[in-house]
């Protein structure tokens, strides 16, 4: 993969987290330990599912190897779809009051663990083309602490929205990685 490739795939993955941080921060209204604690957690935890994905992806690879590509453009469409799905869903006036209550430890885990299946999911498809996970899971889990710490401590003030837009945009770039992938596997662009 290039580190363009890497960088979208990176900024993908972590919209979700994004998304919600913004949805925490409007109704938490974190301090500045607070919102880095929480870009911690999410940033670790979505290090580590695509580390998960991946190895189970390896175990299947053998099995799959003819049709690798056409897998990674499903997996990354599927959860692209499913993120411009959420994105689209109408944002009411109470969505904040929607969030979980709790703002505690486990609630803040069962949050970071909810935004990053998706990432086992495209961590299985990584396993299929070969890619560097070690390097593609630090630049996830570096990503998404950035982008969570940021979108704690921004959403008071610019609300959930903003995050279904992040997360828009984010499950667009999924379907074109996958679509990327499909294409330069099948060789559609060579001249």
Do not use: Y
């Not at 690879?61 to 690798?68: H, I």
């Not at 997996?75 to 944002?91: D, Q, Y």
């Not at 009411?92 to 663990?113: F, K, N, Q, Y």
């Amino acid at each position: 993969m290039t580190p363009g490739t890497i960088a979208i795939l990176s900024l993908s993955m972590s919209t979700d987290a994004f998304a919600a941080a913004v949805g925490r921060g409007a109704s938490h209204r974190p301090s500045w330990k607070g919102a880095v604690r929480a870009g911690m957690v999410f940033g670790v935890i979505e290090a580590i599912t695509p580390l998960i994905g991946w190895t189970l992806g390896l175990v299947a690879a053998g099995f799959v190897q003819e049709v690798d590509h056409w897998i990674a453009f499903g997996l990354l469409g599927v959860v692209g779809g499913k993120m411009i799905w959420e994105a689209c869903k109408p944002v009411s006036a109470d969505a904040a009051d929607r969030l979980p209550s709790r703002s505690g430890a486990w609630a803040l885990v069962a949050t970071a663990v909810g935004t990053s299946i998706d990432a086992a999911a495209v961590g299985v498809g990584l396993a299929f083309l070969g890619a560097n996970i070690w390097l593609i899971a630090a630049c996830i889990g570096l990503t998404t602490f950035a982008l969570t710490t940021i979108g704690m401590l921004i959403g008071r003030a610019v609300g959930v929205r903003f995050g279904k837009i992040a997360e828009l945009i984010g499950g667009l770039a999924l379907i074109g990685v996958g679509t990327t992938i499909l294409v330069e596997h099948l060789g559609l662009l060579a001249g």
